[in-house]
C-alpha cells in the first residue's frame, strides 16, 4: 500500500496520524507512517520547543508534522485576562453548579489565576509556527482551514508542506487558492473539529473539487484497514487518522478516560461547541448532556468557551469518574476495545488493507 503521498512525505505507507501526545507521534513516524503532534495544549513556546527537540533525537532522519490552530486572518484579541473578563458571570454560575452536581470536586489547588489552555488564541498559535519552523518537521497542517499567508511562505521557504482540513469543497477550492499543498477531507465522523458532511459523500467531491494534482487525506470514520481502501478508493492518497490512537499503549491516559473509551460504542459520541465554541465531536456523557438542560446557556466563541471549560475539564479529568470525562473523539471510538501499542495498531491496518485491496482486484 503505497501512493504519491509516500514520496511527498518520505514515509512508508500512506497513513498519517494525529496525536496531542509526542509518545504517540513518536511510534506512528517509526511504524512507517507520519507522526502530527497537536499543539493546542502548548501555552508556552518553550515547552514545545523542548518536545520537538525530543521528537527530533528520537526519529532521527524519520519525518514528522506538527499541527496549529490559527485562522487565515488575524483575529483582535486581547491578554487571557482580558479575554476572561469578557465571559458572562451566568456562564462561569452554571459550569460550577453543573460541576457540583454531577459530583466533581474542587482540584484542592488555587484555580484562580490558571489561564487555561491558549493554543486557540492566533498569537499562541502563531508562536508554534515559530517555534516549528526550527525544527526539521515535514508538514505543517492547520485545523482551521489554510494559516495566514506570510506563515505559508514561510513554512514553504523552511521546505515544509502546508495542509489544512476541509468540511465541504468550496473550503478546500478556498484552501488550495491560499496556497496549500495537501488538504484533509474531515467527514462528520471525525473528532475534534468537524462539518456536517459525511466522509463517503465529502471524500470525493473534494477529490473532485481540486484536482488530480493535489493530494487529498481522507478523516473520519477511519480506523480499520478496510475503511482505508474504502479511502484510496473514493480518490484519496492517504489517511488522517486521530481518534485510533486514544487507544494505545503510548497515549498516557487515565484509568477514567481509558475505561470511557473503551466502552464508548460509535453512538456515543456528539457534536457540541461547548469544548471550544466551535462544532466538535466529544464522547456522549453526563457533563455534554447538562449543556442540553434547559438552564444551560449558549456556548461562547472561540477562544472564550475554551477559557470557560478549561478549569472545568481539569476536574472532570481528575474526578476519576468515566461518566464526566470531557474527550473529543469520532465515532470510530466503537471499534476500540483493547489497548495495544501504536505500531501492532498500524501493521494491522497495512495487512488488512493490503487484503482488501487484493480481494478487490480479483473483482470482475
Not at 148 to 166: F, N
Request: glycine content about 12%.
Amino acid at each position: 500500500m503505497r501512493t504519491d503521498l509516500c514520496d511527498r512525505l518520505g514515509i512508508d505507507v500512506p497513513i498519517v496520524g494525529f496525536s496531542p501526545s509526542e509518545h504517540v507521534v513518536a511510534a506512528i513516524s517509526k511504524a512507517g507512517g507520519l507522526g502530527v503532534l497537536g499543539c493546542v495544549r502548548f501555552n508556552d513556546a518553550g515547552e514545545l520547543d523542548q518536545v520537538l527537540t525530543w521528537l527530533d533525537r528520537e526519529l532521527g532522519d524519520r519525518p514528522y508534522g506538527v499541527d496549529v490552530v490559527m485562522p487565515g486572518r488575524v483575529p483582535t484579541e486581547g491578554t487571557p485576562t482580558d479575554l476572561n473578563e469578557l465571559i458572562p458571570p451566568g456562564h462561569r454560575n452554571f459550569v460550577e453548579r453543573t460541576l457540583m452536581r454531577l459530583g466533581v470536586p474542587p482540584l484542592g489547588v488555587d484555580e484562580a489565576h490558571r489561564v487555561g489552555v491558549l493554543g486557540w488564541l492566533h498569537s499562541v498559535a502563531r508562536s508554534h509556527v515559530e517555534v516549528a519552523l526550527t525544527h526539521p518537521a515535514r508538514l505543517i497542517a492547520n485545523a482551521l482551514g489554510p494559516p495566514p499567508a506570510d506563515v505559508i511562505e514561510q513554512a514553504h521557504e523552511h521546505g515544509l508542506l502546508v495542509a489544512a482540513l476541509a468540511g465541504r469543497a468550496d473550503h478546500a477550492r478556498s484552501h488550495l487558492a491560499g496556497g496549500v499543498d495537501l488538504v484533509v477531507a474531515q467527514g462528520y465522523e471525525a473528532g475534534g473539529h468537524t462539518g456536517e458532511i459525511g466522509s463517503m459523500v465529502l471524500v470525493p467531491e473534494i477529490v473532485d473539487a481540486v484536482g488530480a494534482d493535489v493530494p487529498v487525506l481522507a478523516a473520519g470514520g477511519i480506523g480499520t484497514g478496510r475503511q482505508i481502501a474504502a479511502a484510496l478508493a473514493l480518490g484519496a492518497r492517504g489517511v488522517w487518522m486521530g481518534s485510533v490512537w486514544l487507544g494505545t499503549a503510548e497515549y498516557q491516559a487515565t484509568e477514567a478516560l481509558r475505561e470511557a473509551l473503551l466502552r464508548a460504542g460509535s453512538g456515543d459520541t456528539v457534536r457540541s461547541r461547548i469544548y471550544t465554541g466551535k462544532p466538535a465531536r466529544l464522547l456522549r456523557n453526563r457533563w455534554t448532556e447538562a449543556w442540553n438542560d434547559a438552564e444551560a446557556p449558549k456556548p461562547l466563541p472561540m477562544p472564550l468557551q475554551n477559557l470557560l471549560v478549561s478549569g472545568a475539564h481539569d476536574r472532570l479529568m481528575a474526578s476519576g469518574d468515566p461518566s464526566v470525562v470531557p474527550m473529543p473523539v469520532g465515532q470510530i471510538v466503537g471499534r476500540m476495545n483493547e489497548v495495544r501499542p501504536v505500531a501492532a495498531v498500524l501493521a494491522d491496518l497495512v495487512t488488512e488493507a493490503d487484503e482488501t485491496l487484493a480481494r478487490l482486484a480479483k473483482l470482475t
